[in-house]
């Protein structure tokens, strides 16, 4: 079985790639199963040494990788670079874990108390189109610097910058079946992870929809699941705030990766007193907002990853007033591709489909409110609870607004979240578990408990 993959800017054939059977991901379960004890055993100077070789060795191939992502899933190159850096930094971070992977020695009466970070066995990663390479790393280099071996799936139609990072890992001298990519369909590949009885563990970033499908089919084998899903994210701009800079910031937090980022701050509120002039600026930084071929250096923002994807956001435009937008590329090399423009929408009323699904485009939806507790209100009134932002210039409120907001990664006066030092994941329909930060790689192990009598 093989995958044709598309480049999204120009709608034209990149290559074929294989599209792993059912009977091939066995054999990649099986091996990764093979793999685990002397993995497992390694030394941990050694493992930590064979990580930031791997790191190495993606840090050296950088450009290659960026260019891969342009090519399949229309990154703009610049981000594209960052992608692959974060994989060598949460590689280079995560290979100081098997040196450090300490238990705890507890006080207890009529002997010595000691616990152990056991790893897991096999760790399965199901990776999404929207990000490649970052969520990848996110889950295979904790993974693998905790003694798991790991077996990953790219989503279908992104899966080359995965494959070449397979391959990055063998040459760099991790040992063969330690960490297999293995390409093909979610119904096929990620579904035996979650079946099969050799895998520990499933990391899933994706969809709702299938995380709870993911999820019902772990509980049929008490597996360790850890879900990465949508969100629909909040922007509050407090009228004591820099209005300007929170609306010059505003369009690279919704269109950032052409809006299908789980993070995007698609829903933005904004206090009445200030709203008809953050609109304004909004509107000026929107109009110069570069939507144009991905590989260009000064790009902003590439096209949508496929067709259906464009359509998809399409519906939500066709069914919702369109305030203002940019502009799309009009040259003969993009006629093909599957570009949208970025589009604001004004909502008026909490129940349309453009306020509270995840629209995963360039789309964003604003709102007036009157005051903190409205903010606080609406921003929580939604499924999802990933990420978040507040521009405020008062401190107090900075803090009461964060601490009443249920989400899993608020910023204020900014819009960074994802930050490989600090842990990431979501409140409520957003996702289960943590990932990143110190404490990821425990997440990977079971914790064991020896008393030993005096
Ligand atoms: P998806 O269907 O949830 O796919 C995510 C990953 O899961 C892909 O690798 C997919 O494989 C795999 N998968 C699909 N069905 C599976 C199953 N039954 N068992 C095991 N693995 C399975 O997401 P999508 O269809 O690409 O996107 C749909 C929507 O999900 C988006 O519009 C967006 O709202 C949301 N989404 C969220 C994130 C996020 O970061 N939170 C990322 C992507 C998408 P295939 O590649 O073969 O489908
Ligand atoms: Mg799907």
């Not at 203002?324 to 590329?329: D, E, I, K, S, V």
């Not at 489909?353 to 507790?373: I, K, Q, S």
């Not at 405020?392 to 979240?417: I, Y």
Request: proline letters at 6%; hydrophobic letters at 45%.
């Amino acid at each position: 079985m093989t995958t044709t993959l598309i480049n999204p800017a120009t709608g034209r054939e990149i290559r074929e790639v294989p599209s792993a059977t059912e009977a091939e991901t066995d054999a990649a379960i099986e091996a990764a199963h093979d793999a685990f004890p002397a993995w497992r055993d390694v030394a941990p100077g050694e493992r930590a040494r064979l990580l930031r070789a791997f790191a190495a060795i993606v840090g050296d191939h950088n450009e290659e990788l960026a260019r891969l992502e342009v090519e399949n899933a229309g990154h703009t190159i610049g981000n594209a670079r960052w992608e692959a850096g974060n994989v060598r930094d949460v590689l280079t971070y995560y290979s100081a874990t098997p040196e450090r992977l300490v238990g705890k020695q507890i006080p207890v009466a009529g002997g010595v108390d000691i616990t152990f970070h056991e790893p897991l066995g096999v760790v399965g990663v199901i990776v999404p189109w929207n990000f490649p390479m970052p969520i990848a790393g996110w889950g295979f280099a904790p993974a693998l610097a905790a003694g798991n071996t790991v077996v990953l799936k790219p989503a279908e139609i992104t899966p080359l910058t995965a494959i070449r990072i397979g391959e990055l890992a063998l040459e760099a001298g991790i040992p063969p079946g330690v960490f297999t990519v293995v390409p093909g369909k979610g119904s096929v590949v990620g579904n035996r992870f979650v079946t099969h009885l050799d895998v520990h563990k499933v990391v899933f970033t994706g969809s709702t929809e299938v995380g709870k499908q993911i999820m019902a089919g772990c509980a049929e084998q008490v597996k360790h699941v850890t879900l990465e899903l949508g969100g629909k994210s909040a922007n509050i701009v407090f009228a004591d705030a820099d209005v300007a800079a929170a609306a010059a910031a505003a369009p690279g937090a919704v269109f950032d990766n052409a809006g299908q980022d789980c993070c995007a701050r698609s829903r933005i509120l904004v206090q009445r007193s200030a709203y008809d002039e953050f609109l304004g600026r909004m509107e000026r930084a929107v109009v110069q907002w570069r939507v144009t071929d991905p590989g260009d250096e000064a790009s902003q923002m590439g096209p949508m990853v496929s067709a259906g994807q464009r359509d998809s956001v399409q519906r939500y435009a066709d069914g919702a007033t369109v305030a203002f937008q940019g502009a799309t590329p009009d040259g003969p090399d993009t006629a093909g591709g599957f570009w949208l423009p970025a589009m604001v929408v004004e909502s008026a009323d909490v129940t349309e489909p453009v306020w509270r699904e995840e629209v995963f485009g360039p789309l964003v939806a604003v709102m007036p409110f009157d005051d903190e507790d409205e903010a606080v209100a609406l921003a929580n009134d939604s499924d999802y609870g990933l990420s978040g932002s507040i521009f405020t210039n008062d401190l107090g409120r900075a803090l009461r607004v964060s601490r009443g907001v249920q989400t899993g990664n608020l910023s204020v006066n900014s819009h960074s979240s994802v930050r490989y030092w600090t842990p990431f994941g979501g409140y409520k329909m957003s996702g289960l578990g943590r990932e990143l930060g110190p404490d990821a790689p425990y997440a990977f192990t079971e914790e064991k408990n020896v008393f030993i009598a005096h």
